[in-house]
């Protein structure tokens, strides 16, 4: 869905967070439509006017009638626009949006994607690699490690390229 914003709304206030705490007001009205916090995937973008607006994806459907008429309530825009993503398109769909130029285009300190606390965007893999800070030159810690190598790469001019510990 797409979720914008009333200018006039906005009071002087500045938009990104007005929209923000306008989405965190609408969320309550989901809680108590639904019983339960609603899984989603929220994506910060900006008209040619730089007026912010959401595309957001969710976990179920919602009548277009009841989501225009609380996200009104909660001080949000008269433009709400729905449509199903097939769940083999969702990474399509969410690519659209997350193109370098418009990664670029947000405003510092702005968050462009938001998700519920059910979904975790980058899967943290485990990992027996145990990584060390060294406070030293890379040619001291090449000298202390050199009787530990096992691969040393040296380039045509004598000069050190890599080496493996």
């Known amino acids: 869905m797409t979720l914008t914003l009333d200018p006039a709304e ?11 705490a306008t989405f965190a007001k609408w969320r309550i009205y989901l809680k ?37 008429s609380t996200w009104q309530a909660v001080g949000g825009g008269r433009l709400v626009d729905i449509r199903f993503v097939d769940i083999h398109r969702i990474a399509h769909y969410l690519s659209k949006y997350l193109t370098k130029a418009l990664l670029l285009s947000a405003p510092k300190r702005s968050r462009r994607i938001t998700v519920s606390r059910g979904i975790q965007l980058l899967e943290k893999k485990k ?39």
């Open 127 to 165: 990992s027996d690699l145990v990584w060390y800070l060294f406070k030293k030159t890379i040619f001291n810690l090449f000298l202390e490690l050199l009787p530990d190598l096992d691969d040393i790469s040296i380039d045509d001019e004598g000069v050190l390229k890599e080496f493996v510990i």
């Open 10 to 20: 906005l009071g002087g206030e500045p938009a990104v967070p007005y929209i923000n």
């Open 32 to 68: 108590r439509k639904f019983g339960v916090s609603i899984t989603y995937i929220r994506i910060l973008e900006f008209q040619q006017n730089g007026n912010p607006h959401f595309h957001i994806l969710v976990d179920r459907f919602m009548p277009q009638a009841w989501i225009k």
